[in-house]
């Protein structure tokens, strides 16, 4: 049973940083393209970042560029989001999905991922 759990939300500041995690069990994650989503209270799900099955295509929401990095250990089965800089507009609840795709392959509508986690909370508030 394919399985992804988000780890590492929580409360931070604004400026302050957070690393999310998506661990994957349950299947081979390198020959998936991984993407990380939010979403705000009343607002639609969006794309924040993605990067395919062997890492060499990346992609970020224009507004997170600069500020959040992703990147991803296969040997782990594992992906990371490195969240700095962070702002208020940030908050919000934050998803990874994973699609089998071409080993070059990132996309960012979430319509396109047919396995999710189940979410972890990121609040940037002082």
């Known amino acids: 049973q394919r399985q992804l759990v988000e780890s590492g939300g929580g409360l931070v500041q604004p400026g302050g940083s957070l690393r999310l995690s998506c661990a994957a069990s349950g299947f081979t994650a390198d020959n998936y393209a991984i993407g990380w989503f939010r979403q705000a209270p009343g607002k639609e799900r969006e794309g924040v970042s993605c990067?395919?099955?062997?890492?060499?295509?990346?992609d970020y929401v224009d507004s997170v560029k600069g500020r959040f990095t992703i990147s991803r250990d296969n040997a782990k089965n594992t992906v990371y989001l490195q969240m700095n800089r962070l702002k208020p507009e940030d908050t919000g609840d934050y998803y990874c999905a994973a699609r089998h795709a071409a080993r070059s392959e990132c996309m960012m509508g979430p319509y396109r991922y047919p396995y999710w986690g189940q979410g972890t909370q990121v609040t940037v508030s002082s």
């Open positions: 990067i395919s099955s062997s890492g060499d295509t990346i």
